[in-house]
T-cell receptor
């Protein structure tokens, strides 16, 4: 069964360092997303991406964050200068269509710990 | 104003019983609704997806959607201890576009053997 894959599963970094989280969406999917979940809290929308452009972003997704689809398969989230409060689980998700039949599938997540 | 609301629980049911999970949403124009199961430390796992009013059944799971009441529910029949998890309701946010799915805070379910 096709799945969304994410790397790394866990990353530990020092405050102020840059972090890149990688995702390979399901191959025939066109819409890509990043979500985050701080420990014990709800799943929060960060950004959606379609046709090589950001289509929606939340207020969390400030100038420290960027997304890119550098080739035909990878979808990355970059955090330029990490803060302690960026410590969270980051989930990539994808869907084939945004219309009514578009089920949204999640990857296993990348746990980011900022020290 | 909260956009997707769920009772946080915990909801406890005995093994074999029916678990009923509820979700309300604020955006009347929302079209697609998802139920995910999330085990502690794991990613959300899609268990049901519904976009038409009425019931949708898949095995032990039934999703019920009432757009007029802005209400979506999930019934789990013959609950098993392995169903113990947090259940997340998610809604396609119509206020901005279709391209944003937002989550409720989740309901913790505990199935007691």
């Amino acid at each position: 069964e096709p799945e969304v894959t994410q790397t790394p599963s866990h990353q530990v970094t020092q405050m102020g360092q840059e972090v890149i989280l990688r995702c390979v969406p399901i191959s025939n999917h066109l819409y890509f997303y990043w979500y985050r979940q701080i420990l014990g809290q709800k799943v929060e929308f960060l950004v959606s991406f379609y046709n090589n452009e950001i289509s929606e972003k939340s207020e969390i997704f400030d100038d420290q964050f960027s997304v890119e689809r550098p080739d035909g398969s990878n979808f990355t989230l970059k955090i330029r200068s990490t803060k302690l409060e960026d410590s969270a689980m980051y989930f990539c998700a994808s869907r084939r269509t945004i219309f009514e039949t578009g089920e949204l599938f999640f990857g296993e997540g990348s746990r980011l710990t900022v020290l | 104003q909260k956009e997707v609301e769920q009772n946080s629980g915990p909801l406890s049911v005995p093994e074999g019983a029916i678990a009923s999970l509820n979700c309300t949403y604020s955006d009347r124009g929302s079209q697609s609704f998802f139920w995910y199961r999330q085990y502690s430390g794991k990613s959300p796992e899609l268990i049901m997806f519904i976009y038409s009013n009425g019931d949708k059944e898949d095995g032990r799971f039934t999703a019920q959607l009432n757009k007029a009441s802005q209400y979506v529910s999930l019934l789990i029949r013959d609950s098993q201890p392995s169903d113990s998890a947090t259940y997340l309701c998610a809604v396609n946010d119509q206020k901005t576009s279709y391209d944003k799915v937002i989550f409720g805070p989740g309901t913790s379910l505990s199935v007691i053997p």
